[in-house]
């Protein structure tokens, strides 16, 4: 070992926490599995260009998101469903490029994994090969187990999703709250153990009632990670535009903004339109001679 090299004793230090402590590699399910185990808990936003990504990444964020939510906040659809693989690939890139120490974790989009496991290692395999990310995410319990265990065979990461599940929003007929009253409650457990016990390194919660979410978060060894689904989970999970106030409207009732960057962008809009309206910009400083 040579001068610069850190000692085992450094090496284990700077995995103690996953808030600064890794800080010379991404972090890993290795990391996140034992954050669960001492009680740690941490937080999830998504991300969906490099330069956003970078500002999540430099503030410790463990780990990024790049969410098929991209469909309603970034590319103007009314539900995720139109959200294709080539727009995955590509944002998920961005966000790739644009950080050094969180892992990435990209979603497959609907109609990207729900035909055969086959597909779903496909295009699992375009987000890893294509855009570089640690992992995936799908949506599903029971019924995407087998999809989850062919990819975690062939070494693919990956992030279940359960509860609430975006894709499905039409059979859904929205966005309601998921297992309320005996049956749905043990549906949504059986779900969560069946996707546990197919590989899955993590489990997102969408839209549970928080009794249930803790039952669940203490009856799974793999961390959860929690949407609207009160505060016990391990983890929590933002869309970044809702909790930075970029949404325009009603936000979720789970959603703190936290900024309202709405407000600030469009103030600075108005700045930079009356300053060209009355001659200010570009002033002496901002010309070439």
Same mark, same amino acid.
């Given at each position: 070992?040579?001068? &610069? &090299? +850190? &000692? +085992?004793? /450094?090496? /284990? !230090? &700077? #995995? !103690? #926490? =996953?808030? %600064? %402590?890794?800080?010379? *590699?991404?972090? #890993?399910? *290795?990391? =996140?599995?034992? !954050?669960? /185990?001492r009680g740690e808990k941490w937080s999830m936003l998504t991300a969906y260009d490099a330069l956003t990504a970078g500002v999540f990444d430099e503030a410790g964020t463990p780990v990024l998101l790049v969410g098929d939510s991209a469909g309603n906040c970034h590319l103007g659809y009314e539900t995720t469903v139109p959200v294709t693989m080539d727009q995955m690939v590509m944002l998920a890139a961005a966000v790739v490029r644009g950080t050094k120490r969180a892992m990435v974790v990209a979603d497959l989009p609907f109609g990207a994994y729900q035909e055969s496991p086959a597909q779903a290692m496909h295009n699992a395999a375009r987000l890893m090969k294509e855009a570089g990310v640690g992992a995936v995410k799908l949506e599903g319990g029971e019924r995407s187990a087998r999809a989850i265990e062919l990819l975690v065979e062939a070494g693919v990461p990956v992030m279940a999703h359960v509860g609430l599940t975006p894709q499905s929003v039409h059979a859904l007929g929205g966005y309601p709250v998921q297992g309320r009253g005996d049956e749905a409650a043990h549906q949504l457990l059986r779900d969560a153990k069946a996707v546990q016990q197919a590989g899955a390194f993590a489990v997102v919660l969408e839209a549970v009632p928080a009794e249930l979410a803790r039952q669940v978060t203490e009856q799974l060894a793999v961390p959860t990670v929690g949407i609207g689904a009160g505060a016990d989970c391990d983890a929590q999970v933002l869309v970044w535009t809702d909790f930075a106030g970029m949404t325009a409207g009603r936000v979720p009732k789970f959603v703190k903004q936290y900024a309202d960057l709405r407000a600030v962008l469009g103030d600075a809009a108005r700045a930079f339109a009356e300053d060209v309206r009355g001659g200010a910009f570009p002033a002496p400083e901002h010309t070439f001679h």
């Open positions: 070992m040579n001068a &610069s &090299s +850190p &000692s +085992p004793a /450094q090496n /284990q !230090a &700077s #995995t !103690a #926490t =996953l808030y %600064g %402590g890794v800080v010379n *590699r991404r972090v #890993t399910v *290795r990391d =996140l599995a034992a !954050a669960k /185990q």
